[in-house]
């Protein structure tokens, strides 16, 4: 079941990837609506950063890691009693082709962008259920996860996964008294540190993926993050599964979603 919130509740909202770019954004928007913000990333100095910035409270953590997640979640529990909002918003973006990608390539990409998800959902929905407000999932995906383009394949691949996850919750979650309402965001291109997102990896590793230049077209359809985050919280006020940041670029998908239906049709 679907919850209506009205705006100026205070509720407890949890986001990951919080200390830079949509995250950093997402965090300060929800502050300035008056709700309790963790402001939670891999850097747990710009975490505490922003977190300072915004008046919301800091905590290190890296999604991949599940015992961290779970720590993350002890964390807002003992500090504000239960949690509302989860911003599954963490993620990692370089660029390679797939024939070149090796094992640690695939564990960085898919440790963080699906399981960084996976994590937060597994810790965080039962308490989410407990929400008397009603609990919220927000995913941060990308439009890569309905228009894969060359370069992004283990991208896309993580992002797919996430969009999946997000449809079916959405669906089981529906029918429930206690269900979390769940968003999916097929972002666009916005203006952040995503192409500086190497310098998170495990220096042991072996790594074929590198960090991108952001130059061609894709560059004059950038917008600022904090336009993606009040984007992205006007989806999750009207309770939307897929919230689209770019509605100039839904070629892209329909180009896609068109070949696939042309696949099911008969010749
Ligand atoms: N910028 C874009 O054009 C764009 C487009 C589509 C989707 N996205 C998605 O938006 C989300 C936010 O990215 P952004 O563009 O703001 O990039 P960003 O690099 O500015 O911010 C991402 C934050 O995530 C943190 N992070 C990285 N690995 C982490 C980990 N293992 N655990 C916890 N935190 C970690 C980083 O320290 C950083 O602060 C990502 O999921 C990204 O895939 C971005």
Not at 11 to 25: L, P
Not at 94 to 100: K, L, M, P, Q, Y
């Amino acid at each position: 079941m679907a919850h209506q919130h009205t705006d100026g509740d205070s509720r407890v909202a949890v986001v990951t990837g919080a200390a830079s770019g949509i995250g950093s954004a997402l965090a300060a928007a929800l502050s300035e609506r008056g709700h309790q913000v963790v402001v939670s990333d891999i850097d747990g100095d710009a975490a505490a950063a922003v977190a300072e910035h915004i008046g919301g409270v800091a905590f290190p953590c890296d999604v991949a890691d599940p015992e961290q997640v779970d720590s993350l979640l002890a964390f807002t529990l003992n500090t504000f009693g239960g949690v509302d909002d989860l911003f599954n918003n963490a993620g990692v973006g370089s660029h390679g082709r797939i024939a070149a990608m090796t094992r640690d390539d695939w564990a960085w990409m898919l440790g963080v962008n699906l399981h960084g998800v996976i994590n937060g959902v597994t810790s965080f929905l039962p308490a989410l259920r407990r929400s008397a407000a009603g609990g919220r999932i927000v995913n941060t995906c990308s439009m890569s996860a309905v228009a894969p383009l060359p370069g992004l394949g283990a991208y896309a691949a993580a992002k797919a996964g996430v969009l999946a996850l997000s449809e079916v919750l959405a669906a089981e979650m529906a029918d429930e008294p206690d269900g979390v309402t769940v968003s999916a965001v097929l972002a666009g291109p916005v203006r952040t540190r995503i192409n500086a997102s190497a310098r998170h990896r495990d220096a042991a590793g072996t790594y074929t993926l590198a960090d991108a230049d952001l130059t061609g077209p894709i560059v004059e359809h950038m917008i600022e993050p904090d336009e993606a985050a009040a984007r992205i919280l006007r989806g999750v006020d009207a309770g939307d599964l897929y919230i689209v940041t770019h509605p100039a670029l839904g070629f892209r998908a329909r180009a896609r979603a068109e070949a696939i239906a042309a696949a099911f049709s008969p010749a």
